[in-house]
């Protein structure tokens, strides 16, 4: 049963409006909440399930005036369509391996997420994130959380700065009823490997092999090149006026 909070029990806070980080010539704000205390993990499954991404010990959502581009989604595993394009992304990166490490960030995760965010999200708000920045994402959490680190098969899980062994990497909750993304980000010179559909694909192995009905995969936002992607794996749920609705083209 998943435990009900009310507003009485929690206090958010609305942010200044700033630039959108999806849509040109739009602003955004954002509604946010702390996530602590002995109910964090309660209160983490009820905001996701309710739209809310977790950033750190905070809960957040978008609260646009005049804006509701930003859906949440999430894949429901067992009815997942591996479609022959999926299977070639999975078969390309085939000589792949997988841990599960702790919520530690370390120097090599960092390194390789400072070259994704130059290539990709050079103007972004995570442009400047220095590894004091990137620790504090990865550990400060009140929850179950977890890095899933991707490497070429035989590389050295132990190998330094330089290797280029790590290859790709996710920061992913475990919520009651599946597993959530919190962010993900990998080697942008490996284009042809499709290593941001991969890792989703691969997640969703990971939930069906733990009995996990569904992939939270954050925003869904029609009309963003950042973001529209998301709309490629079907079938997709989509919160819409408080609902869990199913769709076969979030086109």
Sequence with gaps: MTRQFSSKQLRFYLTAPSACPYLPDRKERKVFTSLDGPDAL?????LTHAGFRRSQNIAYRPACEGCDAC????????????TKRWRRVLTKNGDLTRAMRPPEATEEQFWLLRRYLTTRHAGGGMADMTLLDYAAMVEETSVRSHVIEYRRAGAD??????EDDLIAAALVDVIADGLSLVYSFFDVRENARSLGSFMILDHIAQAAAAGLPYVYLGYWVQGSDKMGYKGDFR????????????????G
Excluded at 42 to 46: I, V
Excluded at 157 to 162: A, I
Excluded at 239 to 250: M, N, P, T
């Design 157 to 162: 899980p132990n190998g330094v700065e330089g």
């Design 71 to 82: 859906v949440s989604a999430r894949i429901p595993v067992k009815a997942f369509d591996l």
């Design 235 to 250: 079938p997709l749920e989509l919160l819409r006026g408080g609902e869990w609705r199913r769709v076969e083209d979030a």
């Design 42 to 46: 309660a209160l983490n499954d009820a």
